[in-house]
């Protein structure tokens, strides 16, 4: 039976949280005390605590044969990884960095291929293409980002530089650390790395340490403490008691860390050409980390069709947010809902149904008029007063709210991954609804937030009540036909007044109505249902966690919306939430070696 092991799931998160983020102190403590500074005093600390500590994890000693390979992964990966962050974090934005810090996983399976250690795979090849075409166009497109562009191109090429080092440390070092253990060999690692660093200090060394401000000084505690010693035993422990596929997928949550907290915590602008190529990077990285893992086996279609049904929902509340913003709420609904309906009622009638018993019409009724439009009324109106990347983030609490709705309505078990899962889910919507509540995100509206909270509930209804009945009558008619009954009560919208919607009405507006009918309802409905009936349930899942991402780069690029840190807390916690109650149970006990990540 597979368990959800928390202690390992929770350092996991404590390590990605702290790595996220490193890249804001990193870039800051080399702006307080100067790049060569900040590496002398930093790796200073670090070498009294790896002194201080190694006795207690097997000492010194070490065969003669595993020192050569010590040193080298030392001098050339450790030492090099450092100078090449700590110089190219003192010219690029922490953001920047850490999307290029991204594609260091692509970096290990090329070296490891030709190191003879691992096969590249078509995969890895074809992601690797992907990832370099955006990191092409983040560079490019970043020049006119306010950076100087020298600075740009050489900070740039020296944290990429630096990822080619820590590459080498992850390859060459994971003999050694299955032989000796990952402290050990991380400590002796740093200690020897630390004797070139030395050769850096200068007689401005002692003065800037002993006169570090309290900034300066919690970017310190923060690279030596939790950065580097706290996240070496977290790591492995979680990397020793998680599935290997779950621990890795966690890293993608490293570099858009890094973008938010450098846009939070350093008021670093987020362009969007730093989105759109982090996007392209992390898609890059994916296939070439989780391609081989798909085995789609001939299912290419369905994987197109659940990423084409993800990708528009995503643009939904960028779609509703457009058009709420001049016409109103239930005029969008009319619009919406009639034409789908009409859409919905014609491939019912054309595909045919056998007769539909009358309990079975009832479950139909209720997930059409309160499951479905509840979320359709709820959405719309709440919408007016949240922005779109607001609302697809709390979109992404639906998989929680349709596992209560399986709790509640058809008598499913109530898992400890579940449990967990909300708890984290329900703290990040808390956390949204504090910072609405206070006027730190003044342009979102505390009901309309309550609203499209609720609107989540509401899916978690239909797609629970109607699901016995999709299975006896197919999913596609039974789909469609929920979507002809929910479109009646719409009528009562309809008046005089949308006459005036017609003046108004240009062909962004219409655009916006043909996606949020046809593209949004009707096609992404059909597309899902046919993607996810032919793979893997818990692969298909996976796609879910692209919606909140598209509707905040709609968001941003289409509304000209900004980040706030409640919505990056918020949204972090629910997107752990749900990642902890939909995949818990899978990431079950599997010893591995260990691949440590850099701090």
Known sequence: MLTL??????????????????????????????????????????????????????????????????????????????????????????????????????????????????????????????????????????????????????????????????????????????????????????????????????????????????????????????????????????????????????????????????????????????????????????????????????????????????????????????????????????????????VGAAIAVYLGVRPIAARDWLRILIASLVGNLGYQLLSNFGIKTVPAMWTGMIWGLEPVFIAIAAVVLAGERLTRSLLAGMAVALSGTAMLVVGAASGMSSEVGLPGLAMVIASTMGWGIYTVVLRPVANRYGIVPITCITLAVSALPVFVFAGPSMAQDFERMGPPQWTAVVYLSLFATVGAFIAWNYGAARMNSSTAGIFLYVQPIVAAIGGILILGERFTWPLAAGGALIILGVAVAQFGPHLQKSRVGVNQEPD
């Open 5 to 342: 092991n928390i202690r390992a799931l929770l350092a996991l998160a404590f390590t990605i949280l702290i790595w996220g983020v490193a890249p804001v102190y990193i870039r800051s403590f080399s702006l307080i005390a100067g790049p060569a500074d900040a590496l002398v005093i930093r790796y200073g600390l670090v070498s009294l605590l790896c002194l201080v500590f190694l006795p207690f994890f097997g000492g010194f000693r070490m065969p003669r044969q595993d020192w050569p390979r010590l040193a080298l992964i030392s001098l050339i990966g450790m030492l090099g990884y450092n100078l090449g962050s700590v110089f190219g974090f003192a010219l690029v934005t922490a953001g920047i960095g850490g999307l290029i810090i991204a594609t260091q996983p692509l970096l290990i399976a090329v070296l490891a291929a030709l190191l003879g250690a691992e096969r590249l795979t078509h995969a890895a090849v074809l992601g690797i293409a992907v990832a370099f075409i955006g990191a092409v166009l983040l560079i490019s497109g970043d020049l006119g980002s306010g950076l100087d562009p020298q600075d740009l191109l050489l900070g740039s090429g020296l944290i990429f530089a630096s990822g080619l080092a820590w590459a080498l440390y992850v390859v060459l070092a994971k003999p050694l650390i299955q032989r000796h253990g990952a402290f050990k060999i991380t400590a002796l690692s740093f200690l020897i790395a630390s004797v070139p660093m030395f050769g850096l200090a200068s007689g401005t060394t002692i003065p800037t340490a002993l006169n570090l401000d309290s900034a300066g000084l919690f970017a310190l505690f923060y690279m030596v403490v939790p950065s580097t010693f706290i996240t070496v035993i977290t790591w492995n422990y979680a990397v020793g008691h998680l599935k290997p596929s779950a621990v890795g997928a966690s890293l993608y949550l490293i570099p858009l860390l890094a973008v938010v907290s450098g846009a939070v915590l350093l008021g670093e602008a987020v362009t969007t050409t730093a989105l759109t190529s982090g996007a392209i990077i992390l898609c890059g990285v994916a296939i070439a980390q989780f391609g081989p893992l798909l085995r789609l086996d001939g299912k290419t279609w369905a994987l197109a069709a659940v990423l084409f049904a993800v990708t528009t929902w995503g643009g939904l509340a960028v779609a509703m947010r457009f058009l709420v913003s001049d016409i109103p709420p239930g005029h969008v609904m009319f619009y919406r809902l009639v034409p789908s309906g009409l």
